[in-house]
């Protein structure tokens, strides 16, 4: 006599791994993030990451610390890749700039408060 309820059954066995086939499910490879951190006191950081390939983040940092008379570096992440810092809140002011210089409106996230 056979015991039907001591044996292992993986209802999901057949099905595979639903995620193995798209790799980018659940993650914001397109878009590009703007965010806020907050520092010590009043004081703020805006970063900036997602960039596309095409656009130079050495020049684009160089023209945001020109526009927006704040201080800015550029930061190699082993995940996020290129990271833009700048002093202060910048989410609007690089939202726009970005907007102007012809990337998709809806292509950009901005986070924070």
């Known amino acids: 006599m056979s015991v039907q309820n001591l044996n292992t059954f993986d209802p999901f ?23 806020i ?3 010590n006191g009043r ?7 997602g960039l596309p390939k095409e656009y130079d983040a050495k020049k684009l940092l160089k023209a945001f610390k020109k526009e927006f008379a704040c201080n800015g570096t550029l930061v190699e992440d082993e995940e996020a890749g290129q990271v833009i810092q700048l002093q202060g809140d910048q989410r609007i002011k690089i939202s726009n700039f970005l907007v102007e210089e012809g990337v ?7 986070h924070g408060f």
């Not at 998709?104 to 901005?110: P, Y």
């Open 43 to 49: 004081k703020t950081l805006t970063t900036l990451q």
């Open 104 to 110: 998709a409106k809806n292509s950009i996230k901005i």
């Open 13 to 35: 066995a057949d099905e595979g791994d639903p995620l193995g086939a798209s790799a980018d499910v659940g993650t914001q490879q397109n878009y590009i993030h703007i965010r």
């Open 37 to 39: 951190q907050q520092r």
